[in-house]
């Protein structure tokens, strides 16, 4: 399988649960994003992994928790959430960290409800 | 952060009509994307423009770069069913892309 993958594509957790959303590409690329979009709201970068080293929080709560073993996986694991933390989680990919004109390719995205 | 306003946010046209969505910023961009999201996928990449006044042609789609790299524009001649979609645009501040909120565009056959 090429491109990005996300599982599950849908989630429906209850605010005490623990979950994980995980990611894979088979591009070859050295960057992993996850970004959180929220209806009518611009997408949000959480995360940014570069080599397998985070080089980007964004001020994300201590409740969303990234792992990013090698350079083709990335999971975000999830804890003691919010209602509204629901939204759609996507994943993306790149070549290389820090280039404006390098493509990013996303995933179809986590469908996350919060109850 | 830097802001990217796109509009309209919600656009429901007839097919064959012909169309214009903008982005806009008070800041200046290095670069920018446009992508397009279909339901229940993610976004992908449409074009990126690097040049002030820069103009990209993608079949029936045109996109446009201002001449001061703070505003971009996509027009879409003759709008079929297929472009269907969340139309993003997203520029280039530091390492980091800036997404606007996006454009809905519902074209009915």
């Known amino acids: 399988e090429t491109g990005v993958t996300q599982t599950p594509r849908h989630l429906v957790m209850g605010m005490t649960n623990k979950k994980s959303l995980k990611c894979e590409q088979h591009?070859?690329?050295?960057?992993m994003y996850w970004y959180k979009q929220s209806a009518k709201k611009p997408l949000e970068l959480m995360f940014v992994?570069?080599?397998?080293?985070r080089v980007e929080n964004n001020s994300v709560p201590s409740r969303f928790s990234p792992e990013c073993p090698n350079s083709s996986h990335l999971f975000l694991h999830l804890h003691t959430l919010q209602p509204e933390d629901s939204a759609l989680y996507l994943c993306a990919s790149s070549l290389r960290w820090g280039s404006g004109t390098d493509t990013q390719y996303f995933g179809p995205g986590t469908r996350l409800t919060v109850l | 952060t830097q802001l990217l306003e796109q509009s309209p946010q919600f656009l429901s046209i007839q097919e064959g009509e012909n169309l214009t969505v903008y982005c806009n910023s008070s800041?200046?961009?290095?670069?920018l994307q446009w992508y397009r999201q279909e339901p229940g996928e993610g976004p992908v990449l449409l074009v990126t423009?690097?040049?002030?006044?820069e103009v990209k042609k993608l079949k029936r789609l045109t996109f446009q770069f201002g001449d001061a790299r703070k505003d971009s524009s996509l027009h879409i001649t003759a709008a079929q069913p297929g472009d269907t979609g969340l139309y993003l645009c997203?520029?280039?501040?530091?390492?980091?892309?800036?997404f606007g909120a996006g454009t809905i565009l519902r074209v009915k056959s």
């Open positions: 591009l070859g690329h050295n960057a």
């Open positions: 992994y570069s080599l397998e080293e």
């Open positions: 800041s200046v961009f290095s670069s």
């Open positions: 423009v690097v040049t002030g006044g």
């Open positions: 997203a520029g280039a501040e530091g390492n980091k892309l800036v």
